[in-house]
């Protein structure tokens, strides 16, 4: 794989590669991969750690799917409903909810984004290690 500048066009180019891994590395690939995302998930907890719902509800994910393929990091709708507004999900810096107990009241609150900035800070480092780790699964495995 050629060395893009851009990241998003480097993380598209691996997306697009883990698509064609072989059954037999996936399988040894899938635990470098996450490891190589741990610090994105733990950098997006710490940030949300004024929450103690939204932390517990981000988990990581690698799939090797050819339509979908990649590593993603989700906040589970169930244990943390708040999770969307608050990372502000629509793009506006406020969103608006009933106070509790009034549904006649409605106030706006800010939102308190944690894992688009937990995912920019640790972009690049996540790139290179998932690189680096599909290359080493790829020569273990008698690739060159």
Known sequence: ??????????????????????PELRKAMRPALKAAAEPIVQDAKGRASWSTRIPRAISLSVRFG???PGVSIRVRRGAAPHGRPYEGITGASTFRHPVFGHRDRWVSQETRPYLAP????GMEG???ASVEAVDQVAREQGFR
């Not at 794989?1 to 072989?22: F, V």
């Not at 937990?118 to 800070?121: F, L, P």
């Open 1 to 22: 794989m050629a060395e893009p500048t851009d990241p998003s066009q480097a993380i598209a180019e691996l997306a697009k590669d883990l698509g064609k891994i072989p």
């Open 126 to 128: 996540a790139l290179a």
């Open 66 to 68: 050819k339509r979908d």
């Open 118 to 121: 937990a995912a920019e800070a």
